[in-house]
């Protein structure tokens, strides 16, 4: 069975729409540990325009299951990451810009650089995920910089305009799990995905996780977040 990661980052963009202190993304973690989510996610980006350090030191002394911290692979992101020690980090690619993240990282442009970064952040003793489009290259690129873990990033997927712009851009992911997987990498998936679009990947029983957070914020808004969490769950159960 696949494992639901529940990124809370929509629940702190909520909080900061009115500059106070609800929603509390630390009790959304909580009640998303309680509905049987197996990961929390949080995004703490240089411009900290939802996720605070204080968030992530909570999360990281109150989740029950693992932690997973999304960053840029810049110095000050590592230097947080060495001290909080999250079960694992996510390299992505971040534009000060972008409403959310846009794509995947370009592994191949800078191979030494991400190599560094994961050396540093495996001898703290955090594993290493990177965010990648749907592209083999990438996730062999990601391969040989020392990465455990791809998560292959279904947005255009997600944005697809036609059933068979969705198939075509499916295929396109399907391709890049089966590379992921003759490499031994550890393999998740996220990004746009909803309680409609996700049920095709039940065809992709290699992927272990699922990274999800806005549509789940966004069916909480009508059904409660213990219930939206718990719906997604038995979502990707059956995977």
């Known amino acids: ?20 202190n609800e929603p509390d993304p630390v009790l959304a973690a909580g009640l998303a540990e309680l509905a049987g ?13 939802h996720i605070h350090d204080r968030d992530l030191q909570l999360l990281r002394e109150t989740i029950k299951t693992k932690l997973n911290m999304e960053m840029a692979s810049v110095r000050e992101m590592v230097d ?8 694992l980090v996510t390299l992505v690619p971040e534009r000060r810009e972008e409403l959310t993240t846009e794509g995947g990282l370009d592994v191949r442009a800078q191979p030494g650089h991400y190599q560094k970064v994961v050396e540093i952040l495996k001898g703290a003793g955090i594993r290493v995920s990177f965010f990648v489009d749907p592209d083999a290259e990438q996730v062999k690129a990601a391969h040989q910089c020392g990465a455990d873990i791809v998560e292959i990033h279904t ?21 890049t799990v089966k590379a992921a997987a ?23 029983q290699q992927i272990e996780e699922y990274s999800i957070g806005h549509s789940i914020v966004a069916r909480a808004v009508l059904v409660g977040f213990e219930r939206a969490v718990r719906e997604m769950v038995e979502l990707v159960k059956q995977f």
């Open 1 to 20: 069975m696949a494992r639901l990661a529940v990124n809370v980052d929509h629940v702190a963009t909520l909080r900061e729409a009115r500059g106070i």
């Open 37 to 49: 989510a197996e990961g929390i996610i949080c995004h703490l980006r240089e411009d900290r325009r």
């Open 80 to 87: 947080i990451a060495i001290k909080t020690k999250p079960d």
């Open 155 to 175: 947005g255009h997927y997600s944005e697809a305009g036609s059933e068979l712009e969705a198939i075509e851009r499916f295929e396109r992911i399907a391709a």
């Open 182 to 204: 003759e490499l031994n990498l550890g393999i998740s998936a996220g990004h746009g995905l909803n309680y409609v679009n996700v049920k095709r990947f039940k065809a992709l």
